[in-house]
């Protein structure tokens, strides 16, 4: 059945029922693939245009610390949890309207996952990669 308005997107290969799979049913090495030939073009291009000395070059690195898949992660800098971001937008403009208008979307898009809603509170957002100042928050 195709659902254009459901998540989670079949953005991945086709698995044994000979449908493409979801971000959610892939396996590990499946995902990683997913990562390199999806996710890691697209952050590069969009750090790079954003600050091009500083992300002139980008790896798995940039979200992953080596050998650490798992998200969000405490090798990121922790948010404040706060639901509209007050805190972030008061310390970092810049980097908080980049990542809302753009990364925020283009990851949700790129693992086919819906986006962080502020009313539902649930979905692909900042804390998908960040922890909140306890631990992970708003269901990741
Ligand atoms: C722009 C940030 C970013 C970059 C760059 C990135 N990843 Fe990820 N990665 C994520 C996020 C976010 C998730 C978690 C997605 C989710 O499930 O919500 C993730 C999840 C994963 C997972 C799944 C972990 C698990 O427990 O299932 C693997 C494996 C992975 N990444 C590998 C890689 C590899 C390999 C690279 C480089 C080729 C890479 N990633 C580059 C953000 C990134
Ligand atoms: C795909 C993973 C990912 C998502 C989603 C994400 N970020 Fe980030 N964030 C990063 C990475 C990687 C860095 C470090 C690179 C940099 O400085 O931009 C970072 C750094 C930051 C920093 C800088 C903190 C400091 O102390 O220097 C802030 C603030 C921030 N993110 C806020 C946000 C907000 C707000 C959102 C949601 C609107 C968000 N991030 C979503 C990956 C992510």
Known sequence: MICWGCYPKAVGPVGPEGTRLTWTEMDFAQRKVHMRKEVLPRAAALFGSWRPERFAEVDCSLCHAPGNFEMPTADLPRLSGKLLLGPEFAKHPETTRLKLDRLVP???????????????????GCYSCHLGPNGPVFKN
């Open 106 to 124: 283009m990851m949700a898009e790129a693992l086919g996952l819906k986006p962080f809603s502020v009313v539902t509170r649930n979905g692909f």
